[in-house]
């Protein structure tokens, strides 16, 4: 075998950053073409309905497009080229990554799900006659089945019909056909996705082989610790299946200036690879990312990766935050250097900055204080709210 490639470790830094499109801005107006290859590109976009500034899944996009028409990926998941369903979390996934998922579901439907708190067997006729109902009616949303005033308990104090129709969504009987106001709407599996035949299903080892292919190609570069959180594979057998991978030639080891161990490379970013290795690969991109964002999803990756310690404390009680509600990571020309605090007022067209916080070592001057101010003004216009207050407070002396 070839010796490994040998990566400094920002080099390791900019071949994740080139992988997930954040090592540097657009050149060129975004369009909707350039959404999809986005999602495609990093393989699951996370749904959060957070709506401080722009709903996660429109802000993770914005920042790897910049300015582009938030309704495009409304449009994706009308047309069919995406659908919802559980990968780490709630995400939008190629349609063309059916197949790999569809097992889960299946899965879940022969499975007996129930709680503490709700259990679909206790609520067969139910369950049945929401299915019945919209196979009668057609799509319908959440608030066409508000039959009675109970609810169950649980975290998000649903009411019975609500967790029979994410039931349903959970066993694949039933599909996120669109979105309306970011609320789901409902339909049969096969309308959404007619012509579908389960013999199509990948086999479970399939599954994990894919799954991992497509984690290291959507990261650039991985070790084997960060493989499972990105699509929540099982950790048992993850490092035979990847040395195994890699002794097909179906990854690429690479040596980590600090790291015990080998890190690896999907064989598509061989070129990639090859100028991370050269020192060819320029940060040059400042921009706000989501909190849910792809690059800082995976906390110890983050830490071992960019030394930066994040949490999401609009999850924590006040009085145990630190940065406020919903901090943005801020990513400047290769590294994480802090936090920034933001709500949009949309109704003011106003963008209003809370907080910022830098990490030690850096001060808002020179080109971070410009290429943060630039980013700033980029992210309220997008927002249709171009009128920034609270950032010259941030930078008087």
């Known amino acids: 075998m070839p010796m490994p490639v040998h990566l400094t470790l920002p080099a390791a830094r900019n071949m994740m950053l080139a992988a997930q499109g954040l090592l540097q801005p657009p050149q060129q107006a975004a369009s909707k073409a350039d959404v999809l290859s986005t999602i495609r590109r990093i393989g699951i976009l996370q749904i959060d309905?957070?709506?401080?500034?722009?709903?996660?899944?429109?802000?993770v996009l914005w920042s790897r497009l910049g300015d582009y028409k938030s309704a495009w990926l409304d449009e994706l998941l009308a047309e069919g080229a995406l659908f919802e369903?559980?990968?780490?979390?709630?995400?939008?996934?190629?349609?063309?990554?059916?197949?790999?998922?569809?097992?889960?579901?299946?899965?879940t439907r022969r499975a007996d799900y129930s709680n503490h708190y709700w259990s679909p067997l206790e609520h067969a006729d139910l369950v049945q006659r929401i299915l019945e109902r919209i196979r009668a009616e057609g799509p319908l949303r959440f608030f066409r089945f508000r039959e009675r005033p109970q609810t169950c308990g649980g975290w998000w104090n649903w009411k019975d019909e609500k967790l029979a129709l994410e039931h349903l969504f959970n066993t694949g009987e039933l599909m996120i056909a669109?979105?309306?106001?970011?609320?789901?709407?409902?339909?049969?599996?096969?309308?959404?996705?007619?012509?579908?035949?389960?013999?199509?299903t990948c086999s479970e080892e399939e599954v994990r082989r894919g799954l991992v292919l497509k984690t290291v190609r959507a990261q650039g570069i991985s070790r084997i610790a960060w493989l499972a959180h990105y699509y929540y594979l099982a950790k048992t057998g993850l490092a035979g299946l990847v040395k195994e991978l890699a002794s097909e030639g179906a990854l690429l080891e690479v040596d980590v200036e600090g790291w015990p161990e080998p890190a690896y490379v999907h064989p598509d970013q061989e070129d990639l690879l090859d100028q991370a290795a050269a020192g060819a690969l320029e940060p040059t991109l400042t921009s706000l990312l989501s909190p849910f964002d792809p690059l800082v999803g995976d906390r110890t990756r983050l830490r071992q990766l960019f030394?930066?310690?994040?949490?999401?404390?609009?999850?924590?009680?006040?009085?145990?935050?630190?940065?406020?509600?919903?901090?943005?990571?801020?990513?400047?020309r290769g590294e994480l250097v802090g936090r920034l605090a933001a709500k949009a007022h949309r109704a003011k067209g106003v963008f209003e900055v809370k907080g910022l916080w830098l990490e030690p070592g850096f001060e808002l001057k020179g080109a971070l204080a410009?290429?943060?101010?630039?980013?700033?003004?980029?992210?309220?216009?997008?927002h249709a709210t171009p009128e920034v207050v609270g950032w010259s407070e941030m930078t008087v002396p």
């Open 49 to 59: 309905t957070i709506s401080v500034v722009a709903r996660s899944p429109y802000l």
């Open 85 to 107: 369903y559980w990968a780490h979390a709630a995400c939008f996934i190629p349609i063309e990554d059916f197949a790999l998922f569809r097992g889960r579901m299946l899965r």
């Open 178 to 200: 669109r979105r309306e106001k970011f609320q789901r709407v409902y339909d049969l599996q096969e309308r959404v996705l007619p012509g579908w035949d389960d013999r199509r």
């Open 307 to 332: 030394g930066f310690d994040f949490t999401i404390e609009c999850y924590l009680p006040q009085a145990k935050r630190r940065y406020g509600y919903y901090a943005l990571p801020i990513l400047h």
């Open 370 to 382: 410009e290429d943060l101010r630039t980013a700033l003004q980029c992210c309220a216009a997008w």
